[in-house]
């Protein structure tokens, strides 16, 4: 089977390097083409491209779209094609609609719940050109199934995950009063600085993603203890090791947000307080694998943080349980796992019809 994978994201030798030298967790394209032995295709290649078509996507429908529209003009070169979020796989599959490929397409998406996601199931029809849909969630599984009517066997649940070979516990002293938060997207900074105001911890925010080139400055002044700055994926993890408690919270919301730093966070060993959103479910086990608090609420913070701290045996024991799920059910290579096996049944889902 000669697969395609489109992906959003700038993915070039740089990275690699940085792969190799231990300073950045394996990626999961990366990883996924190589099982596959798939050919890659990303920002760099739309930047790259000498195409005036391609050049005029790009600068009037942006890059993700550019993606999409390169591999629709390699449809009839690929057996399957896999697309890495809906960004390139909504429009691929609007394109793909008005031709008579062949090909199959597996789609993972992130979240459908915007309207202008879902006007292309409602008008465009697309639903024959997804022949299987991945979800990270159960709210987006549903949602998928019974408001945007694809059929319950196209849709699949999988984990989400992080490089359980570069987040991992190494032994590094703890510094018991340390906190760590991270990541960008929706998250609820200011309900965390309130909650730690006067606590005797430091806390430090690593706000920034490696997928948002715009960095994101706090909104308000911080308190002493509290430090402020993005950090890259290798300081990151130092941080992490570090530190007596992980934090994440997240601005109420219908998605997964926060999934990719909770798991980093968890394949550390670390106790992870996240915000319970309608989103973020599947992943933590409230007092079992991680700490629930409810979106907003800086007590209920405030007073997480302090019975966690007060109870470092609780930590390690909530700890150890995150570093297992992630192992037993969210690691990079299960992750592969689960996306070569939808491609191959997407695949034969296609051909058999």
């Not at 997480?304 to 570093?323: D, K, Q, S, Y």
């Amino acid at each position: 089977m000669k697969t395609l994978i489109l992906a959003a994201g700038r993915f070039g030798d740089a990275m690699r390097t940085e792969i190799a030298a231990g300073r950045e967790p394996r990626l999961d394209v990366f990883e996924i083409a190589r099982v596959m032995k798939a050919d890659l295709i990303d920002y760099l290649d739309v930047e790259r491209s000498t195409s005036k078509s391609v050049s005029v996507v790009r600068r009037a429908l942006g890059a993700s779209p550019a993606v999409a529209y390169v591999g629709y003009t390699l449809r009839n070169a690929y057996d399957a094609i896999l697309t890495t979020g809906e960004d390139i796989g909504l429009p691929l599959a609007a394109l793909l609609k008005t031709s008579s490929a062949r090909c199959s397409h597996t789609m993972i998406a992130h979240t459908l719940f915007p309207r202008k996601k879902r006007a292309f199931f409602d008008l465009l029809r697309i639903h024959d050109r997804v022949d299987h849909v991945l979800a990270y969630s159960t709210t987006e599984e549903r949602l998928m199934i019974d408001r945007l009517g694809l059929p319950a066997d196209k849709v699949q649940r999988i984990s989400y995950h992080a490089d359980q070979e570069f987040f991992r516990p190494d032994g590094t002293p703890r510094d018991a009063d340390l906190l760590c938060a991270a990541g960008q997207l929706l998250r609820d900074y200011p309900t965390l600085i309130e909650a730690v105001a006067g606590l005797p911890v430091r806390l430090q925010i690593a706000a920034g993603s490696p997928w948002i080139e715009r960095e994101l400055a706090p909104s308000q002044a911080l308190p002493a203890n509290v430090s402020w700055g993005k950090l890259d994926r290798f300081q990151l993890r130092a941080l992490y090791a570090r530190s007596a408690l992980a934090v994440v919270p997240i601005i109420q919301n219908e998605y997964q947000t926060g999934i990719a730093t909770i798991l980093e966070m968890m394949s550390m060993g670390k106790c992870v307080i996240a915000t319970r959103t309608r989103g973020q479910t599947d992943t933590i086990v409230d007092g079992v694998s991680g700490i629930y608090v409810p979106p907003g609420d800086p007590k209920a913070l405030r007073t997480a943080i302090e019975r966690v701290l007060a109870n470092p045996a609780e930590a390690a024991r909530i700890g150890e349980a995150a570093r297992a799920f992630v192992e037993n059910h969210a690691s990079l290579d299960l992750f592969v796992q689960r996306i070569v096996e939808a491609t191959e049944a997407g695949h034969a889902k296609r051909f058999a019809s």
